[in-house]
C-alpha cells in the first residue's frame, strides 16, 4: 500500500540558510500534517491543512512557512535556520477529521543545521 | 489543554516477560486513543488505537483498553521479544480537533 512519502531523508544546512521539505500524502487523503521531533523528545505538531487550507496551528515559529498544493502535496519552508532547528520533521496524512481516522506517518526528513 | 502522561524512564525487560507501559490522558470531551511504535532510525507506525469508552485495541500481541473512569489507555503485552524493543508513544486526538497529541514516549529495551 501508498504510504506517505517525504524527502529529502537528510539534509545538512548551515545557520542562516533556507531549508524546503516536501510531503506526499497517501492518495486520496485530504489533510496533512506536519510535526517536529528533537532528539530524545515526542513529536511536536507545527502544523496542518485540510483541502489545501490551513485547519490547525501549533509550535510552528514564525520563520517557517507551509502550504498544500493542487495536487494536495504539502511543503515545509523553514528559513533563517537555526542550531535548534535541528531534528526529525514529519509529515502525516489522513482522511476526513473523523477523530478516529488513523494519522499515517512518513519516515521523516532529517536536519541538521550546522 | 489536552495532554498525554506516560510512565516514566525506559524499560528494560528479559524476552518473554510480560509489558505493560502506563498512559493517562486529560481531555475535554471524548478523545480517540492510539499508540505509535518507532523502531529505531524509523518513522511513526501505528500499533492500535480505540475510538471509544471500554473499546480495546490490539495488534500483534499488543492490547490496550480505553478506561474512561480511570482516563487511562496502558499498553500490554504478555510475552516480548527482543524484535519489540522500539519507543512507544501514547497519543490522543480530540473530538473536535484534528492533531494528535503525544505523551513523552517510553523507551523499550527486550533483552534476549
Known amino acids: 500500500a501508498a504510504g506517505v512519502i517525504q524527502s529529502p531523508r537528510h539534509l545538512i544546512k548551515e545557520k542562516r540558510e533556507t531549508a524546503t521539505l516536501k510531503c506526499y500524502p497517501i492518495p486520496r487523503h485530504d489533510t496533512v500534517y506536519w510535526y517536529q521531533q528533537g532528539p530524545g523528545q515526542d513529536p511536536q505538531f507545527l502544523i496542518s491543512f485540510y483541502e489545501k487550507m490551513q485547519s490547525d496551528k501549533g509550535s510552528i515559529p514564525d520563520r517557517f512557512s507551509a502550504q498544500q498544493f493542487s495536487d494536495y502535496h504539502s511543503e515545509l519552508n523553514m528559513s533563517s535556520l537555526e542550531l535548534g532547528d535541528s531534528a526529525l520533521y514529519f509529515c502525516?496524512?489522513?482522511?476526513?477529521?473523523?477523530?478516529?481516522?488513523?494519522?499515517?506517518f512518513g519516515e521523516g526528513s532529517w536536519l541538521t543545521v550546522v | 489543554g489536552n495532554s498525554v502522561t506516560q510512565m516514566e524512564g525506559p524499560v528494560t525487560l528479559s524476552e518473554e516477560a510480560f509489558l505493560t507501559i502506563n498512559c493517562t490522558y486529560t481531555?475535554?470531551?471524548?478523545?480517540?486513543l492510539f499508540w505509535y511504535v518507532q523502531y529505531p532510525g524509523e518513522g511513526l507506525q501505528l500499533l492500535l488505537k480505540a475510538t471509544k469508552a471500554d473499546d480495546k485495541g490490539s495488534n500483534k500481541g499488543f492490547e490496550a483498553t480505553y478506561r474512561k473512569e480511570t482516563t487511562s489507555f496502558h499498553l500490554e503485552k504478555g510475552s516480548v521479544q527482543v524484535s519489540d524493543s522500539a519507543v512507544y508513544f501514547c497519543?490522543?486526538?480530540?473530538?473536535?480537533?484534528?492533531?494528535?497529541?503525544f505523551g513523552e514516549g517510553t523507551q523499550l529495551t527486550v533483552n534476549p
Open positions: 502525516a496524512s489522513s482522511l476526513g477529521g473523523y477523530p478516529g481516522n488513523t494519522i499515517y
Open positions: 481531555a475535554t470531551g471524548y478523545p480517540s
Open positions: 497519543a490522543l486526538r480530540e473530538t473536535s480537533g484534528s492533531r494528535l497529541t
